[in-house]
């Protein structure tokens, strides 16, 4: 999926991956814990405003 700022979202196992065209941020419980939601749904309204 990807935003009207150009950003490529990934769900994977570790979390959501944002893909700027030339690098990865992946947002995961695992790394920070303001990112522990129960599904991409929770972030997507946010983004995509």
């Known amino acids: 999926m990807q935003d009207k700022r150009g950003y490529i979202y990934l769900g994977t ?3 959501l991956v944002r893909f700027d065209g030339v690098e990865f941020t992946t947002f995961s ?3 920070d814990s303001r990112y ?3 599904s991409a749904r929770s ?3 946010v983004i995509f405003l």
């Open 29 to 31: 419980r695992n790394t």
């Open 13 to 15: 196992y570790d979390g």
């Open 43 to 45: 972030i997507f309204p």
């Open 36 to 38: 522990d939601f129960a």
